[in-house]
């Protein structure tokens, strides 16, 4: 039955944290693959075929991961269910946790397979209620939410990983129990009222008055030229940081890094990434939106090149800048999209963080080939220049409002 009083602020808040957790943990899983990426391969490519099968691996997980999130944007737009939290964290878990007992290739497959569909499940509709449920104002909400995924991205794993490394890589099977408990009380936490206003607009805008909802095509055909420059560059973004995120711990690895220091450097890698999240939340309100994407696209190039070509402190130092420049524009995207397809604000989501990281990661496949025969060094030098070659396309984002500025 609908609820007849809108949720209270102190409901509100308490959701939306129980939801930034959810992400954190979830996404704790979900970087899972580029630490034992590694370590698989060891067990099952060849020395000729390693970087092929890596990135082989990292397209089927972008797949069902990322592409997915089309699809459940789709349903979450229709259905409003917790449910989609609760088996996205669940599935993630059990599929990531049971990677390295996998017998072969295929099982692998299957078991990315499942920890993708958790993933796309989660993301769309938390991300969209992250930001209404939040009482600091869609914007910060948003990049808080997404800072709670990138913290667990980044250090998760090292928690999840500290007993594998320890005692072996066969109890990784048990760190699947963190993810099953919190999924049992997703349903107990969440409610999502009926009453909640999802729609997203831009600051100073009066979102009052209900408004039925339009078609999808009738709301994206006149601004489909912006939302295929935001897309594509996300999506090439999204080459460039998931590429770095696997193949830099391969890369690593044949330097013969210790695997805890390997797992130490992309755990401050995806670090970086949340921190840049979080600062845009900040900065989006106070810098022009234009300018934030152009020192994006054009100041972590140089600062990921010189962190391959340097070591040391300042290889870190670097690393962690160039991540923080390039991390910095992903909010941007997010609720740029959301105000062109208002009233499909879940589907505008999984379309910058699903489908874009999908093509960013089947491109990766790509990228694991070209490792192969030309070497990675080589790679992940060209890897870096990618955001370079989006930042033309800015200025076909020229007409769009500066989040920057309230609506008049």
């Known amino acids: 039955m609908k609820n007849q009083q809108p949720p209270s602020k102190e409901s509100s808040r308490k959701q939306f944290y129980f939801l930034t957790l959810a992400h954190t943990v979830l996404d704790s899983y979900a970087t899972l693959l580029s630490h034992l990426q590694p370590l698989l391969l060891t067990k099952l490519a060849t020395a000729a075929t390693r970087n092929s099968l890596a990135g082989r691996f990292i397209s089927i997980y972008s797949i069902f991961s990322s592409f997915g999130q089309i699809l459940f944007g789709w349903l979450s737009d229709r259905v409003r269910t917790v449910h989609f939290v609760t088996f996205g964290v669940g599935l993630t878990a059990v599929g990531l946790s049971l990677l390295w007992v996998a017998p072969s290739t295929k099982i692998v497959y299957v078991l990315l397979a499942i920890g993708g569909i958790g993933i796309a499940a989660f993301h769309p509709q938390a991300t969209t209620y992250a930001g209404a449920l939040a009482s600091a104002g869609r914007g910060m909400g948003t990049s808080i939410f997404l800072t709670g995924g990138n913290i667990g991205r980044a250090l998760g794993p090292l928690v999840l990983m500290f007993i594998p490394y320890r005692f072996g890589l066969d109890f990784l099977v048990w760190e699947m129990i963190p993810g099953v408990i919190l999924a049992l009380f997703v349903p107990k936490v969440l409610k999502f009222d009926e009453e909640l206003d999802v729609r997203a607009s831009t600051p100073g805008t009066p979102i009052d008055e209900p408004r039925p909802q339009e078609p999808f095509w009738t709301v994206a055909r006149p601004r489909l030229m912006p939302l295929i420059v935001l897309f594509t560059i996300a999506a090439f973004r999204t080459v460039t940081a998931v590429g770095l995120e ?145 930042a033309p396309l800015l200025i076909l984002l020229r007409d769009q409002p500066d989040l920057s500025k309230p609506s008049l």
Do not use: C, K
């Open 246 to 390: 696997n193949f830099l711990s391969v890369h690593l690895d044949n330097l013969n890094y210790t695997n805890q220091v390997r797992s130490l450097v992309i755990a401050l890698f995806i670090f970086a990434g949340s921190m840049g999240i979080m600062s845009s939340g900040w900065l989006i309100t106070r810098v022009n939106t234009y300018v934030l994407l152009l020192v994006s696209l054009l100041g972590a190039p140089p600062l990921l090149y010189a962190s391959l070509h340097t070591g040391g402190f300042s290889s870190l130092v670097l690393l962690f800048l160039g991540n923080v420049a390039l991390s910095s524009s992903i909010t941007v995207n997010i609720i740029l999209a959301q105000m062109m397809l208002r009233g499909h604000e879940n589907i505008a989501s999984s379309f910058m963080m699903g489908a874009a990281w999908g093509v960013g990661g089947v491109l990766n496949q790509i990228v694991g080939i070209m490792g192969d025969r030309f070497g990675l060094p080589i790679i992940l030098d060209g890897l870096v220049m990618i955001p370079l070659l989006m």
